[in-house]
């Protein structure tokens, strides 16, 4: 089964910007949609930006113009940039795949915006 490990995450300033990196145990980008959800202090987790195995891609309208997701298919590793970045984008930061019939999730990272 596959693995996910999310890192990059930390504390920035309002308006500054991080790279989430999302690397899996094996290759899993070229078959599986996969994307970043996030989940705030006493909020429901949400979907941040999916691509599609063809590597179509949705945002979410809150994160349209600033954030951008790709993957590296060779590095078995998917990004999320973040730009702009207000506190309303803190949270715990996931990635997830779908792989064999099932979600994998990884564990999260965390990322604090001060203002």
């Known amino acids: 089964q596959a693995q996910l490990e999310e890192s990059g995450g930390g504390l920035v300033q309002a308006g500054g910007s991080l790279r989430l990196s999302c690397v899996a145990s094996?290759?899993?980008?070229?078959?599986?949609?996969s994307g970043w959800y996030r989940q705030a202090l006493g909020k429901q987790r949400e979907s941040v930006a999916i691509i599609g195995i063809g590597g179509s891609t949705k945002y979410a309208d809150s994160v349209k113009g600033r954030f951008t997701i790709s993957r590296d298919v060779a590095k078995n590793t998917m990004y999320l940039q973040m730009n702009s970045l207000t506190p309303e984008d803190a949270g715990v930061y996931y990635c997830?795949?779908?792989?064999?019939?099932?979600?994998?999730w990884g564990q999260g990272t965390q990322v604090t915006v001060s203002s």
């Open positions: 094996r290759r899993i980008f070229s078959t599986s949609a």
């Open positions: 997830a795949a779908d792989f064999r019939g099932m979600r994998v």
